[in-house]
């Protein structure tokens, strides 16, 4: 009986006293056994003992959210390596930044070729008049233009009234200056020129400036509330800002909310120019503007940063620090803009051109519409008026990136640091003084405009301008299989396995940079630690943690079979879990002990049939603490998938250096978010042999974007399945292909609500011909059977026992 303590000293009783030297021997012999024999008892061989406690899972979560808020404050710090600034001349400051400005404009998705503008469109039917209204200094219109086909910005054009060039002239003078006006997103046109309620007459700047001489354009913006956020046709809605509800279905094609209305606004702009360039009058061209508030204010700024045309741009109620963005509503999440840009950044685009920055108070964002029944699924986000100490701080940031032309951007606010109201009139004289129309004469209110419109409901138009933006996507989503055909299968050599390996490595580095983002490899060492929890009749069971960088560490259960014999290497099979899970779950069915029925033990069967079994824990889960994960991580050009690539790489190197690991056999295997990962993982980490995808494979593309399935994740909380530009770069049938020519496996059930059986085998055909024509037919196969979102367990383990070299077990 073996001697742990002093209280087994006492449990022997006083006859064990005078026997002390006899027990003391064998204690002596114990103590010195090699510390590694030691170890066994409670840890695996060369790690050290496991000592966290607690919900390993939370940790991992918290850790890695550490984690990204410190790569977000470095990120200022990154910035100045993707810019060189020449400051020899404006020209050449122009021509240095015009690499930056075109990867902004990928970025926020304004990629797309605009419809030539040759002129605005009046707005009328039998019953509405294009002409709105009418006072003595302007007229208002109800105007569109093209913007892409089908596409068109909407809103209302205020022509100013101007006296005649002179007595033989027919020919009203030029306007002072040609401004596009952005409002916020929950204000309409109307407002800004008070013809609808909602604005104090000194707030609407759109009619003040119509009303000292300027041609003035409003775009409709697309606005927070959620009335046409779903599908009538499906009976299916979200609580969805339409804001968002673009925003998604958008960012999986490598588009933008803000880039649809960026591009409506560069229309309005060449608009401008071709009423100038068909203009005859020989003064000098007015100049063109853009003035924006609160979302309009995003907009303004950003328009001004890609086109070199807007003279003038004045940002009010938006400007600020962009570092927690995070929290702000996620139609402004943009992907990889703080690894190169902040507000300071982009306005530093603008420059040599001149950017007024007003301190005003933003309107107040609370959060999406509320819940309710039948509309759910948004995601969080917050915003309000920043601090004046924010918005300043990022004015001198500005200042400090553009040296010699720092007084181009000018800073504008109240008193001892206070906003102003938008639309502030000693900014709006600075604005048109800049526009070479000087504001010292500025006019005073007039009278008050009129809209003749009996009939005129603006949530009409909302509805349109909504609608136009979902089939352009939509449209994008029927034509993106032809564009990744031209991205990716065209481009591919299938004459040989080695020819087609080297060929796919150049996609592989696109879809780890470009589409999930790549963080370095691990900085800090594994410094493996571990504890026994299981002991099993067939095997024993390990928490195994090791280190990535600080604060994330990867975390998995190893099962290894009790029959294993010294010296012996066996293939590993990585056994993942899914959404909202732990290892616990693929261990046992048993949910008292943490187990989930769908993963039938799946890691347990397979360790009982001789396998050594590692079941890694992923970072999903925690419902929305796991979704900011993907948040914080995307402004900086990242993903969640970023961290699990570097965890599974860490496991990987821990896994190849065991004693009873053959690191050439080793495959994985992921049910549901684990399917996920078995498409995005193995496609990039070659270490992996082999990848199982179950319940998760299916034409995920279509999945994420479509408006005319209920099994979109349109209509759900998953706001975290979005990758940016997914849809012209790499569906499954793809990450599919970079898996290739290593085996590859669908696991898929008749009644899995992930997707319809249709789906899932139009994309795996892809994959079936590829690896035929590869000549390797045998090592891909999909199993269908009669069930739900669950794990098999009868091709797959087949599989493995193929394709991994290890005999299956003797029937008995």
Same mark, same amino acid.
């Given at each position: 009986m073996p001697l742990n303590s002093d209280s087994d000293m006492r449990k022997l009783g006083p006859a064990a006293a005078g026997n002390a030297p006899a027990l003391l021997l064998p204690l002596l012999w114990f103590l010195l056994l090699p510390l590694p024999v030691l170890a066994q008892e409670n840890t695996l061989a060369s790690t050290k003992l496991l000592t966290v406690e607690g919900d390993l899972s939370a940790q991992m979560v918290a850790g890695a959210d550490r984690f990204l808020m410190r790569e977000i404050e470095r990120s200022v710090g990154e910035r100045p390596k993707f810019w060189q600034r020449d400051f020899a001349s404006p020209e050449a400051y122009d021509k240095s930044v015009q690499a930056n400005r075109e990867r902004f404009r990928k970025a926020i998705g304004a990629v797309d070729p605009r419809l030539p503008v040759k002129s605005l469109e009046y707005v009328s039917t039998t019953d509405t008049p294009a002409l709105v209204a009418e006072t003595d200094k302007f007229s208002v219109y109800a105007v569109r233009w093209p913007v892409f086909e089908g596409v068109f910005g909407e809103g209302l054009l205020l022509q100013p009234k101007l006296p005649q060039a002179g007595a033989a002239s027919t020919s009203p003078l030029a306007p002072r200056a040609r401004i596009v006006a952005l409002a916020d997103a929950d204000q309409t046109p109307e407002m800004l020129v008070g013809l609808a309620p909602g604005l104090a007459p000194e707030a609407q700047w759109a009619r003040r400036l119509a009303e000292n001489g300027c041609q003035v354009l409003i775009p409709v913006l697309i606005d927070r509330r959620d009335t046409w956020s779903g599908s009538a046709k499906l009976n299916r809605f979200t609580n969805q800002p339409h804001r968002e509800w673009i925003y998604r279905q958008a960012f999986e094609m490598g588009r933008h909310i803000i880039g649809y209305e960026v591009q409506k606004v560069l229309a309005a702009v060449d608009w401008f120019e071709t009423e100038q360039a068909g203009s005859m009058r020989a003064a000098p061209s007015p100049r063109v503007g853009v003035i924006g508030y609160g979302e309009g204010g995003l907009l303004a700024l950003y328009s001004a940063a890609l086109d070199s045309r807007i003279a003038v741009s004045f940002v009010s109620g938006y400007f600020a620090s962009r570092q927690r963005v995070w929290e702000e509503p996620i139609y402004r999440n943009v992907f990889g803009l703080l690894r190169e840009f902040g507000d300071a950044e982009i306005a530093s685009l603008i420059a040599p051109r001149t950017l007024f920055v007003e301190h005003s108070e933003a309107p107040k964002v609370e959060g999406p519409p509320k819940a309710r029944d039948g509309r759910s699924g948004a995601a969080s986000g917050k915003w309000s008026t920043p601090e004046y100490s924010s918005v300043e701080s990022e004015v001198a940031r500005a200042r400090s990136l553009l040296g010699p032309l720092s007084n181009r951007v000018e800073f504008i606010y109240g008193?001892?640091?206070?906003?102003?109201? $938008?639309? /502030?009139?000693?900014?709006?004289?600075? /604005?048109?003084?800049?526009?070479?129309?000087?504001?010292?004469? /500025? %006019?005073?209110?007039?009278?008050? $405009?009129?809209? =003749?419109?009996?009939? /005129?409901? $603006?949530?009409?138009?909302?509805?349109?301008?909504?609608?136009?933006?979902?089939? *352009? !996507?939509?449209?994008?989503?029927?034509?993106?299989?032809? %564009?990744?055909?031209?991205?990716?299968?065209?481009?591919?050599? !299938?004459?040989?396995?080695?020819?087609?390996?080297?060929?796919?490595?150049?996609?592989?580095?696109?879809?780890?940079?470009?589409?999930?983002?790549?963080? $370095?490899?691990?900085?800090?060492?594994?410094?493996?630690?571990?504890?026994?929890?299981?002991?099993?009749?067939? #095997?024993?069971?390990?928490? =195994?943690?090791?280190?990535?960088?600080?604060?994330?560490?990867? #975390?998995?259960?190893?099962?290894?079979?009790?029959?294993?014999?010294?010296?012996?290497?066996?293939? =590993?099979?990585?056994?993942? *879990?899914?959404?909202?899970?732990?290892?616990?779950? !693929?261990? !046992?069915?048993?949910?008292?002990?943490?187990?989930?029925?769908?993963?039938? %033990?799946?890691?347990?069967?397979?360790?009982?049939?001789?396998?050594?079994?590692?079941?890694?824990?992923?970072?999903?889960?925690?419902?929305?603490?796991f979704r900011v994960l993907q948040r914080k991580a995307n402004p900086l050009g990242k993903s969640l998938f970023s961290i699990i690539l570097a965890q599974h790489d860490r496991i990987l190197d821990w896994l190849s250096e065991q004693p009873f690991v053959d690191p050439t056999r080793i495959g994985f295997y992921g049910l549901s978010y684990g399917g996920k990962t078995a498409m995005r993982v193995p496609a990039l980490l070659d270490r992996y042999c082999l990848s199982i995808c179950s319940a998760d494979f299916n034409e995920w593309v279509k999945k994420c974007t479509t408006i005319d399935s209920g099994y979109s994740y349109l209509y759900t909380i998953e706001y975290d399945m979005y990758e940016f530009n997914l849809g012209h770069t790499f569906n499954y049938a793809e990450m599919g292909a970079l898996i290739a020519p290593r085996p590859f496996m669908v696991e898929r059930g008749h009644n899995d609500g992930v997707a319809p059986d249709e789906w899932v085998a139009y994309e795996y055909s892809k994959i079936r011909r590829l690896y035929a024509k590869l000549g390797i037919p045998e090592r891909t196969e999909i199993e269908f059977f009669n069930g739900p979102h669950t794990i098999n367990g009868a091709g797959t383990f087949k599989f493995l026992h193929r394709h991994l070299s290890w005999p299956e077990p003797t029937p008995l």
């Open positions: 008193n001892e640091g206070m906003a102003v109201g $938008p639309g /502030f009139e000693q900014g709006l004289r600075q /604005f048109l003084g800049r526009l070479g129309a000087p504001g010292k004469d /500025f %006019a005073r209110l007039g009278s008050a $405009p009129k809209d =003749v419109r009996a009939k /005129f409901d $603006p949530a009409e138009r909302q509805q349109r301008q909504m609608e136009q933006l979902v089939e *352009h !996507t939509q449209r994008l989503l029927r034509f993106s299989e032809r %564009a990744r055909d031209e991205f990716f299968w065209r481009k591919l050599k !299938t004459g040989s396995t080695g020819e087609y390996e080297a060929e796919c490595q150049r996609y592989k580095s696109n879809m780890w940079d470009e589409v999930i983002g790549r963080f $370095p490899k691990a900085s800090l060492p594994a410094n493996a630690r571990s504890r026994k929890i299981y002991d099993k009749e067939k #095997w024993t069971g390990y928490d =195994v943690m090791l280190d990535v960088w600080p604060d994330v560490y990867a #975390w998995g259960v190893l099962l290894l079979p009790k029959d294993l014999k010294s010296g012996e290497r066996r293939p =590993v099979v990585v056994c993942q *879990h899914g959404l909202e899970g732990v290892p616990a779950d !693929t261990i !046992t069915d048993d949910p008292k002990a943490g187990g989930y029925g769908a993963y039938k %033990a799946f890691a347990a069967r397979l360790a009982e049939r001789g396998f050594v079994v590692f079941a890694p824990h992923n970072p999903y889960r925690g419902v929305d603490k």
